[in-house]
């Protein structure tokens, strides 16, 4: 088992004891390998308060919260007997702006600190931080210099690292891309691909580029005001009344397949997932 969501609710205290309801009645579950998902909605929608749950970093105000076997909830949250540390690790969580975790006077020294505060030794330390420095595109060459001297892109890539490191079993990321340039977004994308690609790993990232839900997962979530709305495929996801319902932009590709579609007054299908599928099936309409 992953992670399972039963029948989950977070409040969030207010200073007039009303509160605020970030998520309601969620049932959800993420198996422990071979998932890419993107978790979509608008803000406010109860994203991040969700993956907070994921590794405990939240506790389930209602429901039980299920993370490789072992139960959160405000029972086990009452006894005080639950240890989060070794969920922590099987569940790495990148925040949306990592970068500004960076603490260690090295990029090595950096990395290095998740494994040894899990009881890891120095050498071996090392040895998995190196190893995830280069999964994340870096090579040598930065293993000595300040991570406060590095440019966005590779700060990032620094952070994700250190998580990295700790070979969690699943990994998430809050908005990973957010103010990179095109080059970088595709670079550091290409990436989490990779590393799923490897290890097999699940991954889930929270965004709101619908071209990375449509070109990189294999599910997607969609939250609206504290509720689950959507579990399935990014093909199905783009239908006209869920892009009318919740609000979402439409992935470039498709918006240029409609594009042709009205010019040329054919009907592609299936829909492209990329450039390249595009022109096969226009070949394939037009001979």
């Known amino acids: 088992m992953g992670i399972k969501f039963e029948r989950v609710d977070f409040k969030y205290q207010g200073i007039d004891n009303k509160g605020y309801l970030a998520l309601s009645d969620i049932v959800l579950n993420i198996n422990p ?15 991040s308060t969700l993956v907070q749950h994921m590794n405990a970093l939240l506790t389930p105000t209602g429901g039980t919260v299920t993370i490789f076997g072992v ?17 922590r690790k099987q569940v790495g969580l990148v925040f949306q702006f990592p970068e500004y975790q960076l603490f260690e006077e090295t990029v090595l020294k950096d990395v290095m600190f998740g494994p040894k505060n899990y009881g890891i030794s120095h050498n071996e330390a090392i040895k998995k931080a190196k190893e995830a420095i280069d999964i994340v595109g870096l090579d040598d060459s930065y293993l000595e210099r300040s991570p ?3 440019s966005g892109g590779e700060k990032k890539r ?25 080059l970088g977004k595709e670079s550091l994308l290409g990436v989490f691909n990779e590393i799923h690609q490897r290890t097999n790993k699940t991954i889930i ?14 599910r997607v979530l969609v939250m ?12 199905a996801l783009f239908s ?24 040329l007054n054919i009907t592609i299908h299936p829909a492209p997932k990329n450039k390249e599928q595009l022109l096969n099936r226009l070949k394939e309409v037009l001979t």
Not at 71 to 87: A, H, M, T
Not at 252 to 260: E, F, N, V, W
């Open 240 to 263: 006209r009344s869920n892009i009318d319902n919740w609000n979402l932009d439409v992935p470039d590709i498709l918006t240029l397949t409609k594009a042709l579609e009205t010019r």
């Open 71 to 87: 139960k959160i909830n405000q029972e086990i949250k009452k006894k005080k007997k639950v240890k989060l540390n070794p969920i």
């Open 224 to 235: 609206r005001e504290g509720t689950l709305v959507y579990d399935g495929s990014p093909q």
């Open 158 to 182: 620094v952070s994700i690292a250190g998580i990295l490191a700790m070979e969690p079993d699943i990994l998430i990321l809050d908005e990973p891309t957010s103010g990179l340039d095109p």
């Open 148 to 150: 406060f001297n590095l």
């Open 33 to 47: 390998t071979g998932e890419f998902i993107t978790l979509i909605g608008e803000t406010g929608s109860g994203k």
């Open 205 to 218: 990232i929270i965004t709101h580029d619908m071209n990375t839900v449509y070109n990189y997962a294999k």
